[in-house]
């Protein structure tokens, strides 16, 4: 039992990206078979997450300082930006930027991978998730104590040293709780991806597109979503615990009583 | 039909806009539209609902119903939104047959799941098989309402529990001192008090449920995103009056114009809500939401 197990993994651990067996289980499906599968679809949503994340959290930055900026095109340009991101649906996004890729592969040929799942819905998510995370800093920004950045001020700090020393370390502090919620609603958030207009080829797709292959195989629906939810909550799990070293290591000057262990609230979905 | 139609080919360009945008398909896509709306009027109130009875559920006394009561909301919102979607459609649907499989065919005796089968007596169909189109696609669009309101219902019965707790202690202090006794304090004073305490969770919650209707799509209904996608693919002269190339991009452009103006409309209605409700009472919603 635990040996064919083991084979499984072999045949059909890397099987989302297109290494191991190539041909999907029809007939005979084992639990095994489906956590595999499905644990192999997980490494998508890692890749998207993880990457989106990445990126997004410094163009985040960039935009919430935009939309402060006292340039007024500047700062219209960084809220209509947040605005469409945060406006519309992820799922129309994702259709819109497939077609709109499509249409430009058309004219320049350079766009071909942009129509690729791997790419494309790549920077949908990237920007969206930089959207709400720029909500959240620009809140946090605005929610900086006025006596920090005058102090600051009359230390002779240029607008740059003022920044790194002083507002980005508050923003992010303030901004840690809100923002870890985004993290996790991004991870679930790239399920989308492959329901989406962005085609799957070779059957290669993440955890949510395998267990929805098993539920229409099996026709029984009770097996492959709960373990699609166990990976969900055990990845869950994992960003809490890495945001907590943060939290505590963002929040080290502050007296044991005002800092709070991180609370997390939740915001659902997009 | 107001214009005439007739010959689409021979119409200037104002014309044959107008013929296009008003023929058989781009009404059906029109009542697609109203779809929405139906699902976003009729899956607010019920998840609302819902969302009340859970709230009570995890304030028991009782501690299993209590338990119950948490555990709901708690895996409900750990798990990806979509997922349960597609799951709960399925669930539903079988749930359903099975329950009037067991009712109506008592002395069926085979197992309903044969392998990759799920099989109930033919009487258990739900909806039966001889039940026209429309009976069919009524029945789906019911049962993404009900899946809707179970998933917003979690999510409002999360904001709800939060806004009881919310309520400040001295005014249940107060009633306790009045001696009113514990079901008419939450009667009286925290199911009252509660709810300027959760307006701008509920806000937030309704933008949220603007922007999942789409997903309808993915339970199988013939939604905005299906209608767009089907309207706006390149059409040959041989199957239609009106050929055109790829028009998906502009369809899927208009869906997010629609989907902005509407979240751009709510945010003001409810901005307007949020201030009158809480006029003179030394908070905002955004100030109890930052405290939180």
Sequence with gaps: MILTCLEIIQDYGLRSIGLGERVLPKTDITICHQATLIGSGMLWNIYFGVLALILGFFFAILLSLGRR?????????????????????????????????????????VFDPFTSAWLGALIILFFNTSAYSANIFYGALVAIPRGEIDAADSFGMSNWQKFRSIEFRQMLRLA??????????????????????????????????????????????????????????????????????????????LPKSVSRPLRLRFNFLR | MIFD?????????????????????????????????VLLALAAPISIGLGLFLAMLAKSDISPIKLLGKFIILIVRGIPDIAWFMFFVIALDQGLEWVRHITLCPDWTEPIRQGADFLVCEKAKLPSNSSSETIHEIYGFILAIITFSIIFGAFAGNIFSGALEAVPKDQIETAEAYGLNPRQIFWRISFKQMW????????????ILIKATPLL?????????????????????????????DWRLWYFLFLLIFYLTLTKLSEKVLDKLTRKLTYGMGFSGENFLQRQ
């Design chain 2, 196 to 207: 300027i305490y959760a307006l701008p969770g509920l806000s937030n919650l309704w933008m």
């Design chain 1, 176 to 253: 840690w709780p809100a923002y870890i919620n985004e993290a996790i609603f991004m991870f679930h958030a790239t399920t989308l991806v492959f329901f989406s207009a962005f085609p799957t080829r070779q059957q290669k797709g993440d955890a949510l597109y395998y267990a929805n292959y098993f539920a229409d195989k099996t026709f029984n629906p009770f097996i492959p979503y709960p373990i699609v939810a166990i990976y969900f909550i055990i990845l869950t799990i994992f960003v809490v615990l890495l945001a907590r070293v943060f939290n505590s290591s963002l929040s080290r000057h």
């Design chain 2, 217 to 245: 799509f993915l339970l199988g209904i013939e939604d905005i995103v299906y209608w767009a996608r089907e309207l706006g693919g390149a059409k040959t002269p041989r199957f239609t009056e009106y050929p055109h190339g």
């Design chain 1, 69 to 109: 900026s006292d340039h007024q095109i500047v700062s219209y340009l960084c809220d209509t930006f947040i605005l469409i991101f945060r406006g519309t649906p992820l799922f129309i996004q994702f259709f819109f930027a497939y077609f709109l890729f499509l249409s430009l592969k058309k004219a320049f040929p």
């Design chain 2, 5 to 37: 139609c007739s010959s689409p080919d021979q119409l200037d360009r104002l014309m044959w806009s107008l013929c296009y945008l008003s023929n058989g398909k781009h009404i059906t896509f029109y009542y697609s539209i109203l779809k929405v709306l």
